[in-house]
């Protein structure tokens, strides 16, 4: 069974970093698309960064192209969101996702991911 399990995220002041871990159990990174969410109360779920393929490219949503970079660890079985730059906008509770549907130019819809981390929350102060 696989399993998604986040570590990071907390409280960060305006123009600092943030790092967001997510470790993979029950299934080979490497043959995994992997992807990043956020959400806020009231809005969807929205898609920030993901690994569609097993040589990527990596794609970033628009609010964090240059301030976001999302990497991986095949070895580790892990993979990461570093946060730079985060402004307040960027609060919300961020989910790691994965599933074992590789080969999609772009990332996937939101509800084709089959597994999930449990999701911890980023707080930016201004």
């Known amino acids: 069974q696989v399993q998604l399990a986040e570590s990071g995220g907390g409280l960060v002041q305006s123009g600092g970093s943030l790092r967001l871990s997510c470790e993979v159990s029950g299934f080979t990174l490497e043959y995994l698309a992997i992807a990043w969410f956020r959400q806020v109360p009231g809005k969807e779920r929205e898609e920030v960064s993901c690994i569609s393929k097993r040589e990527g490219p990596t794609h970033y949503g628009d609010s964090v192209k240059g301030r976001f970079t999302m990497s991986r660890d095949n070895a580790k079985n892990m993979f990461y969101l570093q946060m730079n730059n985060v402004e307040p906008e960027d609060t919300a509770v961020y989910y790691c996702?994965?599933?074992?549907?590789?080969?999609?130019?772009?990332?996937?819809?939101?509800?084709?991911?089959?597994?999930w981390g449990q999701g911890k929350q980023v707080t930016v102060s201004s």
């Open positions: 996702a994965a599933d074992g549907t590789l080969g999609w130019a772009t990332c996937l819809p939101v509800g084709a991911y089959a597994y």
